[in-house]
């Protein structure tokens, strides 16, 4: 019997032997804001939508492989079409994603959003997110009961960006149409075609097919927890700024109307090289003495606005928005002017960021 009670024994350290464990999947968490990614129409190839309609469980739900590549949970940050991004949806989404991101068991947030600002509220994040972790925004072009709707996949890549640990430190990215952009370069070129982001010539930041993602390159602008730009403790607001958009025979009333109203800031959407008509500058020279910080931008979509080139800036104290296109200047400016309106600071700002 020796024997066969000596092979017992040797057994028993495997009976006991600690069962192995599946690797932890990281866990994101997915922020929900509306838009056409959250849309519903009467039917599969009806246009008309209502944006915002679908909440973030549901849009969870439509995407069960996301189980496969993450623990995902979901929070309704607002419903609205992206049209109507305003400060408080902001304030409340930039709070809400530095306290998940502060939380040591989330590893990364993902967030749906319309496209129409898209681009706007990236860069805002950008801009006041205070974490290296990843944080991804994504969006469609065809409301979720369309037919061959892109949301459910774009969903799907952005959760696996966001859990990819390499997405670290890229600042804030946007997935979409497989394709990764940096908020800080990302703008919306077409109306209605799937393919309607680009980040012109900065380029791709990486791609990414069915959650494996490859990398192009690093963001360089400053970014996230290298922001010196913050929000206050209990912010409702940010300061008024207005875009005003250049044209032939450009009048200044509407520059002088938007100073008179309480405007903080004024961004021209200017011709060409951030140009305008000598009315319209000589009416930008005024405001800009009155105190309001004017930021010359352009209405191309392209190329990079540098100071005292056709029109000069140390003159007439304005800023030169560099790379900045009109909408991501005014989101600049807004937070600029927490802390100062010194244009030759802001303009540090705009070199830097």
């Given at each position: 019997?020796?024997?066969y009670?000596?092979?017992?024994?040797l057994?028993?350290p495997?009976?006991f032997?600690?069962v192995?464990h599946?690797q932890?999947?990281?866990k994101i968490?997915?922020?929900?804001t509306?838009?056409?990614i959250?849309?519903a129409?009467?039917?599969?190839t009806d246009?008309g939508?209502?944006?915002g309609a679908?909440?973030?469980?549901?849009?969870i739900?439509a995407?069960p492989?996301?189980?496969e590549?993450a623990?995902?949970?979901g929070?309704?940050?607002?419903?609205?079409?992206s049209?109507?991004?305003?400060d408080?949806v902001w304030?409340?989404l930039?709070?809400?994603?530095?306290?998940l991101?502060?939380?040591?068991?989330?590893d990364?947030?993902?967030?749906?959003?319309?496209?129409?600002t898209?681009?706007?509220t990236?860069y805002f994040?950008n801009?006041?997110?205070?974490?290296?972790?990843p944080?991804v925004?994504?969006g469609?072009?065809r409301?979720?009961?369309?037919?061959?709707?892109?949301?459910p996949l774009?969903?799907?890549?952005?959760?696996?960006?966001a859990?990819?640990p390499t997405?670290r430190?890229?600042g804030v990215l946007?997935?979409v149409?497989d394709d990764?952009h940096?908020?800080h370069?990302?703008?919306?070129?077409h109306?209605?075609?799937?393919?309607?982001?680009?980040?012109?010539e900065?380029?791709?930041?990486g791609?990414t097919l069915?959650?494996?993602?490859i990398w192009?390159?690093?963001p360089v602008?400053v970014?996230?927890?290298?922001?010196e730009?913050?929000?206050a403790s209990g912010a409702t607001s940010?300061?008024?700024v207005?875009?005003?958009?250049a044209?032939a025979?450009m009048?200044p009333?509407?520059?002088?109307a938007?100073?008179?109203?309480?405007?903080k800031?004024?961004?021209?959407a200017?011709?060409?090289?951030g140009n305008?008509t000598?009315?319209?500058?000589?009416?930008?020279k005024?405001?800009?003495?009155a105190g309001?910080?004017?930021?010359?931008s352009s209405?191309v979509?392209?190329?990079?606005?540098?100071?005292n080139?056709e029109l000069n800036?140390?003159?007439?104290?304005t800023v030169?928005?560099?790379?900045?296109?009109?909408?991501k200047?005014?989101?600049?400016?807004?937070l600029?002017l927490?802390?100062?309106?010194d244009?030759k600071?802001?303009?540090g700002?705009?070199?830097?960021?």
């Amino acid at each position: 019997m020796r024997p066969y009670r000596s092979i017992a024994l040797l057994a028993l350290p495997l009976l006991f032997a600690p069962v192995a464990h599946a690797q932890k999947k990281p866990k994101i968490v997915i922020l929900a804001t509306g838009g056409t990614i959250a849309g519903a129409a009467p039917s599969q190839t009806d246009a008309g939508y209502k944006s915002g309609a679908v909440g973030v469980d549901i849009l969870i739900q439509a995407v069960p492989q996301l189980k496969e590549i993450a623990e995902v949970t979901g929070e309704q940050i607002a419903s609205i079409g992206s049209q109507d991004m305003n400060d408080e949806v902001w304030l409340k989404l930039a709070k809400r994603v530095n306290e998940l991101l502060a939380t040591p068991g989330v590893d990364g947030v993902a967030i749906t959003h319309g496209t129409d600002t898209l681009e706007e509220t990236s860069y805002f994040l950008n801009l006041v997110v205070k974490s290296d972790k990843p944080v991804v925004m994504t969006g469609s072009m065809r409301p979720s009961t369309a037919m061959s709707a892109d949301g459910p996949l774009n969903i799907y890549n952005a959760v696996a960006v966001a859990a990819d640990p390499t997405s670290r430190g890229r600042g804030v990215l946007v997935v979409v149409d497989d394709d990764i952009h940096s908020g800080h370069d990302i703008i919306k070129t077409h109306t209605t075609d799937v393919a309607t982001f680009s980040s012109g010539e900065a380029g791709l930041v990486g791609a990414t097919l069915f959650g494996k993602q490859i990398w192009y390159r690093m963001p360089v602008a400053v970014h996230t927890k290298n922001s010196e730009l913050a929000l206050a403790s209990g912010a409702t607001s940010l300061p008024r700024v207005d875009i005003i958009y250049a044209h032939a025979n450009m009048s200044p009333d509407l520059i002088a109307a938007a100073a008179k109203n309480g405007a903080k800031g004024i961004v021209i959407a200017g011709v060409g090289d951030g140009n305008m008509t000598a009315p319209a500058f000589d009416q930008l020279k005024k405001v800009a003495a009155a105190g309001v910080v004017c930021v010359r931008s352009s209405r191309v979509n392209g190329g990079i606005i540098r100071r005292n080139i056709e029109l000069n800036d140390d003159q007439a104290g304005t800023v030169a928005s560099m790379e900045l296109n009109p909408a991501k200047a005014r989101v600049l400016l807004q937070l600029a002017l927490i802390k100062t309106s010194d244009p030759k600071a802001i303009q540090g700002y705009f070199d830097r960021y």
